[in-house]
C-alpha cells in the first residue's frame, strides 16, 4: 500500500464514518430520553434515500402513503381521546397535523413537477415525507409501553425494523437505487482526489452536529429534552411531557436518519435493507460512547469508518465481521472500567 | 373544616390505592387563597401520597378542584400549566445541567404557552435565594442539601405558581438551613403564593401555618387553625413533645 491509497482509504473511511457519527448520536439520544435502542435508525437511512431516488424517478413514492396511513390512525386514536375528554378545542390540530398535512403533502408532490425541480427541492420534499414518521411512530409504538422495561422496548424495536424493511421491499423493490451527486466538482489535494460529495457528506455532518450541539445547549426545547434524560420525574413536574419528549426525540432522529440517507445515496447504492447494517455500524460507534458520551460516540464513529475501509482494502470479505468484532474488546473494556454506581438519593 | 372565601384547592373524598392497600382514604382537605396550609404526621401517613396524587403523578378517586376547575383525573402536565406545582421530597433537579439551566426548565410550561418573562422571574427567585445568584454556572450535582432544597424551591417559582406544594422541604437539612427555609415559605405567602406544606417537623410547620391537618394512616385524624392545634394536648403529645422547644425556633 502506498501513500496514495492509504489517503484514498482514509477519505473513504472519514466519509463514512461522519455518516456513522450522526446515526451514533441519534442513537445516543433516542436512548437517553425514550430508553429505546433504536434498531430502526437504518431504516429511515433507506427510507431518505429511496425516496429521494423515487421522486426523482417521476413517481409517487409510497412512502407518502405509509404518512398518510399513520397520521390517520394517529388522528383516530388521538381523536377518539380528545372526544371522550371533552377536549374538542384540540381536535383541529389532531386532525390538521395528522391528516391535513399528509393529505396536503400528496397533492403537493402530485401538481409539482417533481422530477424537474432543483436537486434541493426534491431533498426537502423526500425529507418532508419521511421525517414526521419518526414522531408517529413514537405516538403509534413506543408512547403506549413508555414505562415498560428496556428489553421489552427492544423487543418492539426489532419488530418495528423488521416490520419497516419488509414494507421497504414492497415500496422500493429489490433493485438499488443511486441518486445524482449534489455537485460534481473535484478536488485535488496534493497526491489526493477528493469528490465534490465527500465534501458535502464531510461539511452536513460537521454542521449538522454543531447545529444539534446549539439545540441542546441554547434552545429550551433542547434543554427540555436532556433535562428528560437526566431525571425524568423531575423534568415531568415541570410540565415537560415524556410524550412530547419522545415525539421531539423521534423527530430529530428521523431527521438525522433521512438526511444521512440523502448525503450518502450519490455514493454508495441503497437497497431497501442497506440501512439496517448502515444503522449497526452506527451503534457499534453509539456503544464506543456507551449509549451515553455523545464525543466518545463520534470519535467511535470515524475510528469505525477509518476501520471499515482500511479492512475492506486488506480482506475485503471480513471488513464487516471485523468491525462488528471491535465491539467485544470495547464491551470488555468498559464492563472491567465502569463500576456500578448505586442510585444515591 | 378550613372556611376560606377563595379556595384554591379543595381536594373531596381522595382516596389512592398501591394495589389492595389503601395509601389514603377519603381525605377530604381545602387551601384558601394566600394561606400557608401544611399536613402533618407520622412516617407512611400518607402525605407524600396525597401530594403525588393531587398532582396527577399518582393515580386516585375522588375529586381534585383546582382554581375553580374540577379534575376528575388530574394531569401532570395541565396541573403544572395550570399553575400548580409541586417541589417533591427527593428535589428531583437536573443534577448535570446548571443551576440557571435547572431554572429556566423551571418556567417550561410557561414558555410554552408563550409568555417569555423568565430572564424577569429568574430575578426575583435569585433575590429571594441570593446563594443561587452567586452559583448560576455551577452544575445543580455539585450543590450541598440545602442548596439544592433552595434550587427546587426556585425552580418551582420559576412557574409562577398559584399553589406551591412543598413535600419535606426540612429534611435531611442543618437547623440553621431549616429556618433559612421556613422564612422564604413565610415570604412567599407574603407574596401571595398560597402553599400546601407536608411536614415532619410538626412544630415549625404550625408555627408557619394558617391551618392544619394531621394525617394518621391514610385518614384526617384531626384538623384546625393551626395554633389551636399546636396547643392540643394530643397533638403535643405525639408530635410536638414537651421540651422540644428548640424545634419551635426553626421557624422564627
Keep these: 500500500m502506498d501513500v496514495q491509497i492509504a489517503l484514498m482509504l482514509a477519505q473513504d473511511g472519514l ?45 409517487m413514492p409510497a412512502t407518502a402513503w405509509l404518512l398518510a396511513g399513520m397520521g390517520a390512525l394517529v388522528a383516530l386514536i388521538d381523536g377518539a381521546t380528545a372526544l371522550r375528554n371533552g377536549q374538542t378545542q384540540k381536535l383541529a390540530g389532531v386532525l390538521g397535523w395528522n391528516v391535513g398535512y399528509p393529505l396536503g403533502l400528496v397533492a403537493l408532490l402530485t401538481l409539482l413537477p417533481v422530477k424537474d425541480l432543483p436537486l434541493v427541492a426534491q431533498v426537502v ?24 422495561p428496556v428489553l421489552i422496548l427492544l423487543i418492539v424495536s426489532v419488530a418495528v425494523h423488521v416490520a419497516m424493511v419488509g414494507m421497504g421491499l414492497l415500496f422500493f423493490g429489490a433493485e438499488g437505487q443511486r441518486t445524482p451527486a449534489f455537485s460534481d466538482a473535484n478536488f485535488e489535494v496534493g497526491p489526493l482526489m477528493v469528490s465534490g460529495q465527500t465534501v458535502w457528506v464531510l461539511m452536513a455532518s460537521l454542521v449538522l452536529i454543531l447545529a444539534l ?55 454508495t447504492t441503497i437497497y431497501y435493507d442497506t440501512g439496517f447494517l448502515i444503522g449497526l455500524k452506527g451503534f457499534v460507534a453509539a456503544i464506543i460512547g456507551g449509549l451515553a458520551s455523545y464525543p466518545l460516540a463520534a470519535v467511535g464513529a470515524v475510528l469505525v469508518g477509518l476501520l471499515e475501509s482500511f479492512s475492506s482494502f486488506w480482506a475485503s470479505a471480513f471488513k464487516d465481521v471485523i468491525v462488528f468484532t471491535l465491539i467485544i474488546p470495547v464491551l470488555m473494556w468498559r464492563s472491567l472500567t465502569t463500576r456500578h454506581v448505586e442510585e444515591e438519593e | 373544616m378550613n372556611e376560606v372565601k377563595n379556595p384554591v384547592l379543595q381536594i373531596d373524598k381522595l382516596c389512592v390505592s398501591y394495589g389492595k392497600v389503601e395509601a389514603l382514604s377519603n381525605a377530604s382537605i381545602t387551601v384558601g387563597e394566600g394561606q400557608i396550609v401544611t399536613v402533618i404526621g407520622p412516617n407512611g401517613a400518607g402525605k407524600t401520597t396525597m401530594l403525588s396524587a393531587i398532582m396527577g403523578v399518582l393515580g386516585s378517586a375522588g375529586r381534585v378542584s383546582f382554581d375553580g376547575t374540577i379534575e376528575a383525573v388530574p394531569e401532570v402536565e395541565r396541573m403544572v400549566a395550570r399553575g400548580m406545582n409541586l417541589v417533591p421530597e427527593k428535589r428531583e433537579l437536573f443534577g448535570e445541567m446548571s443551576i440557571e439551566d435547572n431554572l429556566v426548565l423551571g418556567a417550561f410550561q410557561r414558555y410554552r404557552m408563550g409568555h417569555r418573562d423568565q430572564a424577569r422571574t429568574m430575578d426575583e427567585v435569585f433575590e429571594l435565594f441570593p446563594r443561587l445568584k452567586e452559583r448560576r454556572t455551577q452544575l445543580a450535582g455539585t450543590l450541598s442539601g440545602g442548596e439544592r432544597q433552595m434550587l427546587a424551591v426556585g425552580r418551582a417559582l420559576m412557574a409562577k405558581p398559584r399553589l406551591l406544594m412543598l413535600d419535606e422541604p426540612s429534611l435531611g437539612l442543618a437547623p440553621l438551613i431549616v429556618r433559612e427555609i421556613f422564612r422564604i415559605v413565610a415570604e412567599l405567602r407574603r407574596r401571595g403564593v398560597s402553599i400546601l406544606l407536608v411536614e415532619q417537623n410538626a412544630r415549625a410547620a404550625l408555627q408557619v401555618a394558617d391551618y392544619a391537618y394531621v394525617l394518621e394512616t391514610g385518614q384526617i385524624a384531626m384538623q384546625g387553625p393551626a395554633h389551636t392545634l399546636a396547643d392540643d394536648p394530643r397533638v403535643i403529645e405525639a408530635y410536638l413533645g414537651l421540651g422540644g422547644k428548640h424545634q419551635a425556633m426553626l421557624s422564627t
Design chain 1, 125 to 148: 420534499l423526500a425529507l418532508a415525507v419521511v421525517v414526521p414518521m419518526g414522531p408517529l411512530l413514537y405516538r403509534l409504538v413506543f408512547q403506549p409501553i413508555a414505562s415498560a
Design chain 1, 213 to 267: 450541539y446549539q439545540f441542546f445547549e441554547r434552545t429550551l426545547y433542547g434543554k427540555a429534552l436532556r433535562a428528560t434524560a437526566i431525571n425524568r420525574n423531575g423534568a415531568r413536574l415541570m410540565g415537560i411531557s415524556p410524550a412530547l419528549a419522545g415525539k421531539l426525540t423521534f423527530f430529530v432522529a428521523a431527521l438525522i436518519g433521512a438526511l444521512s440517507g440523502v448525503l450518502i445515496a450519490p455514493i
Design chain 1, 15 to 59: 466519509t463514512n464514518g461522519a455518516i456513522y457519527a450522526l446515526l451514533a448520536l441519534a442513537l445516543v439520544l433516542v436512548f437517553a430520553v425514550t430508553r429505546v435502542i433504536f434498531i430502526p435508525q437504518g431504516e429511515f437511512v433507506a427510507y431518505g434515500a429511496l425516496t429521494l431516488a423515487m421522486l426523482q424517478g417521476g413517481s
